[in-house]
């Protein structure tokens, strides 16, 4: 399935820095959490960063319109006089075709140093046809919400090819978190309910860490039972975008 994302109409500025942060992590076989994200606000001309190698990525949310892209990125230029990297790498929301990713590539002489850290709306939509990246693409259910075929496709994988593909749908993902998740009191007392009353339900504001303790604690199941059936495991707030979606557009 080809993608036509416009990025700029279906994600906000927040949601849009993550997923340049994700592609480019796993673009480069990186592990989770190895570029350090900025609150909200400015941001000095760093949406991600990675200390190692004194990387930066930038992300440039826009309508498609590349004057206004290039004018903006003029203006980033001169912040990289002191934050010196020796990586710069633009994810934008704008289609680029050669011409223009040449004359970005000048712009950020000395911090650009390939066509290949110029990632723009073109790049990201064949990115996440490739199933490498394809568990971004579930992560960001903006994007597919108004895709039928995303979502039957997420179906298919839980209900009718059962729940070993399921796992393995997901398990690689579960797997990277869990290797840097902090095991707190919630964990354990969420395992204690579990093993007493095999159902859960957790609540509270967003960023707290909801589905990251989901996460962990379908992990722990699975490594005790990789035959675990986890029926249906959408996040509910997935199944609400895509039936308002429905309800919007066909009733």
């Not at 005790?224 to 707030?237: G, H, R, V």
Request: aromatic share 12%; with cysteine; net charge neutral.
């Amino acid at each position: 399935m080809k993608n036509n994302y416009d990025f700029h109409a279906l994600l906000d500025d927040v949601e849009f820095e993550a997923l340049a942060i994700d592609i480019v992590r796993v673009r480069e076989n990186l592990e989770p959490n190895v570029f350090r994200r900025y609150p909200k606000g400015r941001d000095g001309g760093i949406d991600g960063y990675r200390y190692s190698d004194n990387t930066i990525i930038q992300a440039k949310c826009y309508k498609n319109d590349f004057n206004i892209l290039k004018g903006n990125l003029k203006k980033e230029v001169l912040k990289l006089r002191n934050l010196k990297p020796s990586r710069y790498i633009l994810v934008t929301s704008v289609g680029l075709n050669k011409e223009q990713q040449r004359e970005i590539m000048d712009l950020f002489k000395g911090y650009i140093h390939s066509d290949k850290d110029i990632i723009g709306r073109i790049e990201l939509n064949e990115y996440l046809t490739d199933p490498k990246f394809s568990f971004i693409q579930i992560k960001y259910n903006n994007l597919w919400t108004p895709s039928t075929v995303v979502f039957e496709h997420i179906l298919e994988n839980i209900i009718l090819r059962g729940p070993n593909n399921f796992n393995q749908f997901h398990l690689n993902e579960m797997k990277n978190n869990v290797e840097y998740y902090i095991k707190t009191k919630a964990y354990h007392e969420s395992l204690d309910i579990m093993d007493s009353h095999n159902c859960l339900l957790v609540y509270g504001e967003p960023g707290i860490g909801k589905t990251m303790l989901g996460f962990n604690i379908a992990f722990h199941y699975l490594m005790q039972n990789e035959e675990l059936d986890l029926f249906l495991q959408i996040p509910l707030k997935m199944c609400i975008n895509f039936i308002a979606q429905i309800k919007s557009n066909y009733l």
